[in-house]
């Protein structure tokens, strides 16, 4: 059973930075791809950034690009999630997601789904005030 524990929330305001931490409890986490995802209040939980098991491809949504930047460090069995100028639309609770998606074709296919994913943290929440 693999557990994942995420830290690193809390609230700021409107332009700060955060770092989110995940660590996972596995002795594979270098095999696993990992990705994070967050649920706002009264909406569907949503992709937000996915990194390959090769710590060389990474994915990003859209409204995240160039602010969001996704990390791990595989002797650490630890994902990353740095958070630049971040809005109040970014207020969430923030999970990280863990499985073996396959080949590098696999990954690019589905990385944005959460449903590629078997292992999820309890999750962390991140406010940011306007």
């Known amino acids: 059973q693999v557990q994942l524990v995420e830290s690193g929330g809390g609230l700021v305001q409107a332009g700060d930075s955060l770092t989110l931490s995940c660590v996972a409890s596995?002795?594979?986490?270098?095999?696993?791809?990992m990705a994070w995802f967050r649920q706002a209040p009264g909406k569907y939980r949503e992709f937000v950034a996915a990194?390959?098991?090769?710590?060389?491809?990474?994915k990003y949504e859209d409204s995240v690009k160039g602010r969001f930047t996704v990390s791990r460090d595989n002797t650490k069995n630890t994902l990353y999630l740095t958070m630049n100028s971040l809005k109040p639309e970014d207020t969430a609770v923030y999970y990280c997601?863990?499985?073996?998606?396959?080949?590098?074709?696999?990954?690019?296919?589905?990385?944005?789904?959460?449903?590629?994913?078997?292992?999820w943290g309890q999750g962390t929440q991140v406010t940011v005030s306007s």
């Open positions: 997601a863990s499985d073996r998606l396959g080949n590098f074709e696999r990954w690019n296919q589905f990385a944005t789904n959460e449903r590629s994913y078997m292992y």
């Open positions: 596995d002795t594979i986490f270098s095999r696993r791809d």
């Open positions: 990194i390959d098991r090769t710590n060389s491809a990474t």
